[in-house]
């Protein structure tokens, strides 16, 4: 069971730079979710998305766009990645437990 | 507003000594409440989780957590702490929508032997 799965792991951005990450979860949820980890800050809710075609604002959305064309996939973009965008992100699926992805650790440069 | 406290950012227990680790919350409503674990260098993994009925739930690794609706509070707890039990520690209070969960800003936990 692969569960939710992260692309890439690792990142570096120069500042400008754009770039997408994707999830993909294989559970046929239809919640999905961006979090960025920040030490000392827990799980910080970016963006989330309650089924295809549909996405919503979180705590943290400015900087970040998302699209859920497949219900199975949901994708983060950074348009032009800003050194306060370096964190963890995850991904997780699911209505009340969530299921996380292990993790991406952006760095912006 | 919804907040998720985790008082101690870290603890560190010796190896077969019990652990609790505290969690108060702020909701309007009832709360649903989870206990997330993240060992290093990955996502976190569903511990327990309190919905309704007995306050006192059971969950994976030998922990359990108990909910006191007075006290604002969902304590986690384990009666003997094992080395593979480091790690960070997350509490969590959503609503039955189950997007708006917010969560603690974690407890790093130390096993020491």
């Known amino acids: 069971n692969a569960g939710v799965t992260q692309t890439p792991k690792f990142r570096v951005l120069k500042t400008g730079q754009s770039m997408t990450l994707l999830c993909a979860q294989d559970m046929n949820h239809e919640y999905m979710y961006w979090y960025r980890q920040d030490p000392g800050m827990g799980l910080r809710l970016i963006h989330y998305?309650?089924?295809?075609?549909?996405?919503a604002k979180g705590e943290v959305p400015d900087g970040y766009n998302v699209s859920r064309l497949k219900k199975q996939n949901f994708l983060l973009g950074l348009e032009s990645a800003a050194p306060s965008q370096t964190s963890v992100y995850f991904c997780?699926?699911?209505?009340?437990?969530?299921?996380f992805g292990q993790g991406t650790r952006l760095t912006v440069v | 507003a919804q907040s998720v406290t985790q008082p101690d950012i870290h603890i560190t227990v010796s190896e077969g000594a019990s652990l609790e680790l505290r969690c108060n919350y702020s909701y309007g409503a009832t709360p649903y409440l989870f206990w997330y674990v993240q060992s290093p260098g990955q996502g976190l993994q569903l511990l327990l989780k309190?919905?309704?009925?007995?306050?006192l739930v059971q969950g994976i690794k030998g922990f359990e957590a108990e909910f006191k609706r007075s006290q604002s509070s969902f304590n986690l707890r384990k009666p003997s702490v094992h080395w593979s039990d480091a790690a960070e520690y997350f509490c969590?209070?959503?609503?039955?929508?189950?997007?708006?969960?917010?969560f603690g800003a974690g407890t790093r936990l130390f096993v020491k032997a």
């Open positions: 309190y919905f309704s009925g007995d306050t």
């Open positions: 969590a209070v959503g609503d039955p929508g189950g997007f708006k969960t917010i």
């Open positions: 998305s309650v089924g295809e075609g549909t996405t």
């Open positions: 997780a699926s699911g209505q009340l437990e969530a299921f």
